[in-house]
């Protein structure tokens, strides 16, 4: 973040590197031309280039690091890939269940023309928006070939891989060019934007906000229109970029453009003179990016918040998600320090671990801030670290979830846009930055002039050690899941599902209850199922607050009670005919048990009180209730 910052901050430096080895004053952003030739590290912050033989040249140097990071994106997602429609988080496995429909539904929308922000597949008959529930049709459309050709759940696990690695290797890119001189400070801050604790909790779930590959160029154009000659072409270049990523994750955007606010306003603060120079491009570069990105996101913006399905706010559920504060100096669940029930009572759950920077690195960080503090640019990091840490921490402020002190988000929540956001991934925010702090100070040392300039450097190496060894990430856990039954995969329940009646899996799908999504995903969306996991209206009218799931269901809530405690249900006369009437509103063809379901024999003696008897067909239960749901049906 070296665009508005003055002499002596790192920005003439960080102007100076925009190509390696580039001219002073030369317009900051990514080579336009072939790899070029590295004349050398600089031997001084001055930029003298050092004619020592042996170097490699940058583009040389950027691939071993690219693999480096795709080395360590395979590591972390290693036991998904021995088997990746067979193994899930060991937690819960809702969320991978959801993505891998959604992957599903890009195939349709590139290969039948599907509507891609709305669909009915999925909570028959009401359906869900799409545009409100992240269906990341920025990265789906992408691996559709994927998808077609070894399924969704190899696509979920090569977007996670390529997201910690894709994430990490952008930060390095724009780092390298344009903020810091030495390679091993570029390394070291690009590692930690990508394999941070925070983004390593979320790897085993939510591949859309690993996927955070474009955050360094919005954050680097933002930076380059405040002394842009071309605020027009560079508006233009930033709304498309702010264009694609809201079609990955709006959320993430939206925390970017708060960020970069913040920042800009603290180094004001300290610098207001310099607002004379940058108001104009800046001003005239964000109008022509708002207008334009506002004019391409403008129809799917209305279908999320004015379209059928459409909510406002998140569920009560989420909506008070904050971290503790002993989270900012314990490891992660899924690092090499970590301990998975220590950090139990430390952040809502395991894939919310928005912290957990360790004591060492916390240490560290307050430690550069307080060496670097005369930097215009380290005292704005600083600040919108603090700022966006306070600001996770939630509706209430704990201290290893002891304490309830109150916290500034219980105003912000209510407020237009921030009403849909989870408040512990504000630390999302701080974890970008004090990778930035990382890399700058990095840089200050290794290139810093010293009597002993290796014992210097060794130093330099052995604080990283000591910081990010303890986060060094593991592979995620993963436990087994039940297959998709052959029914499903061997097409056997063709002749019983018509285009406009629904498979009804039992348990019927919900959070906690998702395999019947998967059962879907694997036939490209083939059949249509009741339910499901997402966000929509309470009781399905378009505008309510947002609740997980569709309107609620007394057949699911008794199916889920003996999913859950494994003794069948005595339906009385009532339940069968509200059971009976939802199946009708479903219209309702074939309702499917799994032999391996959990509890199967309880839910099968459940069912038969309401279908009959069912009959067993491959490798599941079936109850054909086609007489049941006929419209003419009494």
């Not at 032999?595 to 009180?609: G, K």
Request: charged letters at 15%; glycine letters at 10%.
């Amino acid at each position: 973040m070296a665009g508005p910052s003055g002499p002596g901050s790192g920005a003439e430096k960080g102007s100076q590197n925009g190509s390696a080895g580039g001219p002073a004053g030369r317009e900051p952003g990514p080579r336009s031309g072939g790899p070029e030739e590295d004349p050398g590290t600089p031997d001084r912050p001055t930029g003298a280039p050092n004619t020592r033989p042996g170097r490699w040249p940058t583009w040389r140097r950027d691939l071993a690091v690219y693999a480096f990071f795709l080395v360590a994106g395979f590591w972390v997602t290693s036991q998904i890939w021995l088997d990746p429609a067979g193994r899930v988080a060991a937690l819960y496995s809702s969320d991978p269940a959801q993505v891998q429909y959604f992957l599903a539904h890009s195939v349709r929308v590139v290969l039948h023309g599907e509507y891609p922000f709305f669909t009915d597949r999925l909570n028959y008959p009401d359906g869900v928006n799409l545009m409100a529930n992240t269906a990341i049709l920025g990265l789906g459309i992408p691996m559709v070939p994927v998808t077609l050709l070894f399924g969704p759940a190899v696509s979920f696990v090569v977007l996670v891989t390529l997201g910690l690695a894709g994430t990490a290797s952008a930060w390095y890119y724009v780092l390298s060019r344009h903020l810091v001189s030495a390679p091993i400070a570029a390394i070291a801050g690009g590692w930690f934007c990508g394999f941070s604790p925070a983004l390593l909790s979320h790897a085993n779930w939510h591949p859309n906000i690993i996927s955070q590959f474009l955050l360094p160029f919005i954050v680097w154009r933002v930076l380059v229109l405040t002394r842009s000659t071309r605020p027009v072409r560079d508006g233009v270049i930033l709304a498309l970029i702010v264009t694609y990523q809201a079609f990955i994750n709006e959320e993430i955007l939206l925390f970017t453009a708060m960020a970069c606010g913040v920042f800009l306003f603290a180094v004001l603060v300290q610098q207001p003179g310099r607002w004379r120079a940058a108001w104009r491009p800046l001003g005239a570069g964000l109008a022509v990016c708002a207008l334009l990105a506002g004019a391409l996101l403008a129809y799917p913006l209305i279908v999320q918040f004015a379209g059928r399905q459409a909510y406002h706010g998140l569920s009560d559920a989420v909506r008070d998600y904050g971290n503790d504060l002993a989270a900012f100096f314990a490891p992660g669940s899924t690092t090499l320090g970590g301990n998975q029930e220590a950090n139990a009572d430390l952040a809502p759950n395991y894939s919310e671990e928005n912290a957990f920077f360790g004591w060492s690195l916390a240490l560290l960080t307050v430690a550069i801030v307080v060496w670097l503090r005369r930097e215009v640019v380290i005292r704005a990091l600083a600040a919108t670290a603090l700022l966006f840490a306070i600001l996770s921490l939630g509706e209430r402020i704990s201290w290893w979830n002891r304490g309830a002190f109150w916290g500034p988000w219980d105003i912000l929540v209510r407020a237009p846009l921030l009403d849909a956001v989870v408040p512990t991934r504000f630390g999302l925010i701080t974890t970008v930055v004090i990778g930035l702090i990382l890399a700058l100070a990095t840089d200050r040392a290794w290139t810093m002039r010293f009597a002993e300039p290796r014992a210097l450097r060794a130093v330099v190496v052995t604080a990283l050690a000591i910081a990010l060894v303890p986060i060094l990430p593991l592979p995620l856990r993963e436990v087994s899941r039940p297959p998709v039954p052959r029914f499903i995969t061997s097409g056997q329940w063709r002749p019983f599902v018509g285009d406009d009646q629904t498979l009804v899996p039992v348990p019927i799908p919900a959070m906690g209850h998702t395999n019947g999504m998967r059962w879907a995903a694997a036939t490209d969306l083939d059949f249509k199922i009741p339910g499901g996991y997402f966000l929509a209206p309470r009781n399905g009218n378009t505008g309510d607050a947002g609740r997980f799931g569709g309107r609620p269901s007394g057949l699911s809530a008794v199916l889920d009670q003996v999913a859950t405690n494994g003794q069948p249900a005595t339906l009385n006369d009532r339940q069968r005919r509200r059971a009976l009437d939802e199946l009708r509103h479903w219209r309702a063809a074939i309702l499917v048990l799994p032999e391996r379901q959990e509890h199967s024999d309880a839910l099968r003696t459940t069912v038969d009180q309401l279908a009959g008897p069912a009959q067993r067909t491959a490798d599941v239960w079936v109850w054909d209730v086609r007489a049941l749901t006929n419209r003419s049906a009494g």
